[in-house]
């Protein structure tokens, strides 16, 4: 069955996938794409798969003018899957940014190097940083680099929406990039697409100082 969502885009959810998931975790997870990220990823065509015997927890293609994003949902947590989108949503957005926006995305990566932060948002990125890092050739390697950008832009792009989309606990210890540079982070996604009316990034300063493993808050008229 095959339905619409915000900005335009079409999800199909192939049985025996629950209809709850749809709408309880992709949609909101969707509606708090902010429209200008959602403007430049283009067309989006979502499809939910039982996706049973496969290990391959998503895959998109650009095809025909549209992006086309495949998610498995067969013993995968809900919240999971909708995360699955959000980050090909990322990888989908690092292959339109600008020059600019590259530059200063790679100028962020380099000072948290130059910091020794061994760190990132999620393990796919954090794999990818720690094989450019072990050793002088790795670091020369233009492949690595390129893999790690894209992974580590992909991870935060949807961290951002995550904290768009609900309350979002920080996670701390080892592995974990530090709260300072995940806020530079968000900041900077924010400057470029700014969240839509009615959602924000950061929860107010007192509530921030108060709570502060809580990174985000969600819409605010939630």
């Given at each position: 069955m095959t339905s619409r969502l915000a900005h335009g885009w079409t999800l199909a959810c192939e049985p025996p996938v629950p209809q709850s998931l749809a709408r309880e975790y992709i949609r909101p997870a969707v509606r708090a794409v902010p429209s200008s990220m959602a403007r430049r990823i283009g067309p989006c065509?979502?499809?939910?798969?039982?996706?049973?015997?496969?290990?391959?927890?998503?895959?998109?293609?650009?095809?025909?003018?549209?992006?086309?994003?495949?998610?498995?949902?067969?013993?995968?947590?809900?919240?999971?899957?909708?995360m699955e989108l959000l980050t090909c949503l990322g990888q989908a957005l690092w292959e339109k940014l600008t020059e600019e926006e590259l530059?200063?995305?790679?100028?962020?990566?380099?000072?948290?190097?130059?910091?020794?932060?061994?760190?990132?948002?999620?393990?796919e990125s954090l794999e990818r940083k720690r094989s450019?890092?072990?050793?002088?050739?790795?670091?020369?390697?233009?492949?690595?680099?390129?893999?790690?950008g894209r992974a580590s832009f992909a991870a935060t792009a949807a961290e951002y929406v995550h904290c768009l989309w609900h309350d979002v606990t920080v996670r701390s210890g080892p592995g974990c990039l530090p709260v300072p540079q995940l806020r530079r982070r968000l900041e900077l996604l924010a400057?470029?697409?700014?969240?839509?009316?009615?959602?924000?990034?950061?929860?107010?300063?007192?509530?921030?100082?108060?709570?502060?493993?809580?990174?985000?808050?969600?819409?605010?008229?939630?």
């Amino acid at each position: 069955m095959t339905s619409r969502l915000a900005h335009g885009w079409t999800l199909a959810c192939e049985p025996p996938v629950p209809q709850s998931l749809a709408r309880e975790y992709i949609r909101p997870a969707v509606r708090a794409v902010p429209s200008s990220m959602a403007r430049r990823i283009g067309p989006c065509r979502i499809a939910l798969a039982a996706g049973e015997g496969s290990d391959i927890a998503s895959r998109w293609t650009a095809r025909a003018g549209a992006l086309e994003v495949w998610v498995a949902t067969a013993d995968v947590e809900p919240h999971d899957a909708a995360m699955e989108l959000l980050t090909c949503l990322g990888q989908a957005l690092w292959e339109k940014l600008t020059e600019e926006e590259l530059r200063l995305y790679w100028a962020l990566l380099n000072e948290e190097i130059g910091l020794g932060i061994d760190a990132e948002i999620d393990e796919e990125s954090l794999e990818r940083k720690r094989s450019l890092l072990k050793s002088l050739t790795c670091a020369r390697s233009m492949r690595r680099l390129m893999e790690y950008g894209r992974a580590s832009f992909a991870a935060t792009a949807a961290e951002y929406v995550h904290c768009l989309w609900h309350d979002v606990t920080v996670r701390s210890g080892p592995g974990c990039l530090p709260v300072p540079q995940l806020r530079r982070r968000l900041e900077l996604l924010a400057r470029w697409f700014p969240p839509d009316r009615g959602y924000r990034l950061f929860a107010p300063a007192r509530r921030y100082r108060m709570k502060r493993t809580s990174a985000a808050a969600r819409n605010s008229s939630r």
